[in-house]
């Protein structure tokens, strides 16, 4: 069970829903896009054990694409995140084969301008659950649900409840490796302070984000390349009392990236990736890098 469960702890949570839909931090980053190669390998039949996992991702970026697709110049954002994730993985003597994760997730956030000014703060916390079972034994199929709080700091609280909720799937080859997610962002209405009086809802998000990794074959060398594609896309928001459009609010973002995976510890691992946009749409483009520490105490 620690063999691989160590480099493979369930659901790792997007920067994007954390900072970018807030009206405040317009820098942006895709739902989940944060998760690494394996991400979802996971055990099944284990005694309870618990994790830790930290994510860190920076998205330094002076580009926007508009409404058409096009890119345009634009001041200079950095946005990173650290999520500080503790898990605690049991099973149910009822249910065999089913493995299941309790989640809590502390987002930590920097936003910054190239001559403006730089904020640092709490994000809204995150709590959930996974469950999944592993119709062979070198696949895992699972389900993944959260529920994520407005009790962040003042400029990085999001002002709304939201719901994630994704499929998970991961298959094991020979010499591949194949992980992924496919899921949607479910928000109730936004809190109207500091909205003018407005009360909005800020539309729903439909993301998915796949990883493949090529398994090299040498012990002495444990390091696996992988590469990355993440997808979303945000329906319009819209003004709640009257139902009307927001001009531009409907957003979506498609970006691909390469990183490697250091297995280096059955009860430790390090991940570190770079992603950046190659299509968009009222967004921000990514231009980011991701890293991820495992520990199993």
Request: aromatic share 14%.
């Amino acid at each position: 069970m620690e063999k691989f469960a160590a480099f493979a702890i369930s659901t790792a949570v997007c920067l994007g829903g954390i900072a970018l839909q807030t009206t405040t931090a317009e820098a942006a980053d895709i739902t989940f896009g944060i998760i690494g190669p394996r991400e979802y390998e996971l055990p099944v039949n284990y005694k309870d054990f618990v994790a830790f996992v930290q994510y860190s991702g920076t998205n330094s970026t002076s580009q926007f694409f508009d409404n058409k697709g096009n890119l345009t110049g634009v001041p200079r954002q950095d946005l990173t995140v650290g999520l500080s994730k503790f898990v605690y993985f049991t099973t149910i003597d009822a249910l065999p084969g089913v493995g299941i994760a309790l989640e809590a997730i502390v987002p930590e956030i920097y936003l910054g301008t190239r001559g403006g000014k730089e904020r640092f703060g709490f994000g809204d916390t995150i709590w959930g659950f996974a469950t999944w079972i592993k119709p062979t034994e070198n696949s895992t199929f699972g389900f993944q649900s959260f529920i994520q709080a407005p009790i962040g700091g003042d400029y990085f609280t999001n002002r709304y409840y939201a719901n994630y909720s994704s499929i998970l799937f991961d298959v094991q080859g020979e010499h591949l490796s194949f992980t992924g997610d496919v899921g949607g962002v479910f928000r109730g209405d936004q809190d109207p302070a500091g909205l003018g009086g407005v009360r909005v809802n800020p539309g729903t998000t439909f993301h998915t984000n796949l990883r493949l990794g090529y398994k090299l074959g040498i012990p002495t060398l444990p390091v696996e390349p992988f590469v990355a594609l993440d997808y979303q896309y945000n329906t319009t928001a819209r003004i709640t009392a009257t139902n009307a459009v927001i001009p531009n609010s409907r957003n979506q973002d498609l970006a691909l990236g390469a990183g490697l995976a250091f297995l280096y510890d059955p009860k430790q691992s390090f991940t570190i990736r770079y992603s950046r946009s190659v299509y968009g749409e009222n967004t921000y483009a990514t231009n980011a890098v991701y890293l991820k520490y495992v520990y199993i105490p």
